[in-house]
């Protein structure tokens, strides 16, 4: 007998190219089975969600979920299961002098898993700024972190922003790399210096340093360091790190995304990979911040609902090294689900320069099931970020 039946809503997987109505049966935390009408009667607990769309459990690239220890950092459910995601990876909120945290008292604690790249700085973001001198940098002391949890950490997270790269210059990302080379972790690197205070032809020299696998954040960014030229030219770089399997992850963040530097990279062919939050504090209240409400921009942006689904979720799963079970539905998977409600209506979606976009569809979490256990979803973190458009 199946534990739990998820019944009656269309299952949209493209990872199976699954798009329809069906049921989806789950047994011992698994998915057992994706079929049209599945009897109730063959499961212990069978949940309705006619009329609702049921996908592989969200997964957030970007975020920032040490909570009680950085200021900055979100309550991981609240962003997570409760919002209808069932994965968050923590973008290098801790270093390795500040990283114990993460397995003593937040993942112990927390419904979301969550999955650390782990700050290239020793002590992470809880200083700011993060890097302010060569010795904030401990080559031996990340190795020794990154062996000693690989259960949970998946990458090294570098941050080209002022005033590292003034002291430090295109060394600091190339140690960022060493690091995750030595140790078998792939690297994410923050594009976009918030202070516009370095030469943003950088991103030149950055991106040949990535190698398949590693990933850029902050790909729609109108700051300083983005892959946009002063003509608004995509840098040839940025599609050569595509075509080598660099991933492109567009985290919104307080400061990182802009629809119209978005449309001119669309427009020139060369698109992102994933879509995440860079869910932080005060960035929850102020600015995004759910996944839900990143996958409403992206339709609004002309993206089809299965191509958001697949930035959400498979892509996602393989950036982060964990596509051998999450991201997908398959049977034999573990069973993360998210289940969503497209509400019709008027809608408008901001960026944080100014910028906006409407929408006839919102994406709403309904329910987020983990390992085969069921949490309710609200609106997300930050419901009152959605405006009815008045116009």
Known sequence: MYDLIIKGGTVVDPSQNIHGLNDVAVEDGKIARIAPDIPSAEAK?????????????????????YAGVNATGVDPDIGGVRSGVTTMVDAGSA??????????????????????FLHICRTGLATTPDIFSPDSIDMDGTAKVIAENRNIISGVKARMVTPALDIMGI??????????????????????????????????????????????????TANPGGVLDSDGKLVPEAKEAHDRGVWLDTAHGRMNFSFDVGQKVLDQGVLPHCISTDLTLPGRELTVHSMT????????????????????????????????????LHPGKQADITVLDIQEGSWVLYDVVGGSRKSDKAVIPVMAVKKGEVFEAGWGPRPWGWAPDQA
Not at 304 to 328: I, W
Request: glycine letters at 8%; proline letters at 5%; aromatic letters at 6%.
């Open 293 to 328: 409400e990143m996958m409403t921009r992206f339709l609004a942006m002309d993206f089809t609902f299965d191509q958001v689904v697949t930035m959400s979720t498979e892509n996602p799963a393989k950036a982060a090294g964990v596509a051998d079970r999450l991201g997908t």
């Open 45 to 65: 607990r069978t949940v309705e969600v006619k009329g609702k769309v049921v996908i592989p459990g969200l997964i957030d690239l970007h975020t920032h979920v």
């Open 171 to 220: 060394e600091m990302p190339r140690l960022a790399k060493k690091a995750a080379k030595e140790a078998g972790v792939r690297l994410m690197v923050h594009i976009g210096d918030t202070q516009k205070k370095y030469d943003p032809n950088v991103i030149r020299e950055l991106l040949p340093i990535l190698e398949e696998g590693d990933i850029v954040t902050h790909y729609f």
């Open 95 to 116: 270093g390795c002098d500040t990283f114990g945290g993460f397995p003593k008292h937040i993942i112990p604690n927390t419904a979301t898993e969550i999955i650390c």
